[in-house]
């Protein structure tokens, strides 16, 4: 099993900045890459970006490029996502996911593990 805890959410305005962390624990080795996916009320869960842990190749969605960045830290088993610049529309709990792929992907399936979530709400 892989366990994936969410920090860091919180209520902002619109412009401002948070930084969300996921600790992964358990058995890691079995995680190859992370993502950040989110899900706001009554609507489908939308990739955000990923990035692997050996070579820390990145990927982000297009909604979020250039004002969100994913990075990870490998000796704490930690993935961090940089939200910047955030609007209304980024409201959402942000969820993070463990996949065996050893790529990037934004394919929900392709995630075996995921975390509880944490509430990002920002208001304008």
């Known amino acids: 099993q892989v366990q994936l805890v969410e920090s860091g959410g919180g209520s902002v305005q619109a412009g401002d900045s948070l930084k969300l962390s996921c600790v992964v624990s358990g058995r890691t080795f079995r995680s190859n890459s992370v993502g950040w996916f989110r899900q706001a009320p009554g609507k489908e869960r939308e990739f955000v970006a990923a990035?692997?842990?050996?070579?820390?190749?990145?990927l982000h969605g297009e909604s979020v490029k250039g004002r969100f960045t994913i990075s990870r830290d490998n000796h704490n088993n930690s993935a961090y996502l940089q939200m910047n610049v955030l609007k209304p529309e980024d409201t959402a709990v942000y969820y993070c996911?463990?996949?065996?792929?050893?790529?990037?992907?934004?394919?929900?399936?392709?995630?075996?593990?995921w975390g509880h979530g944490t509430q990002v709400t920002v208001s304008s």
């Open positions: 996911g463990s996949s065996s792929t050893s790529y990037t992907t934004r394919i929900s399936t392709n995630y075996n593990y």
């Open positions: 990035i692997t842990w050996r070579g820390g190749e990145s």
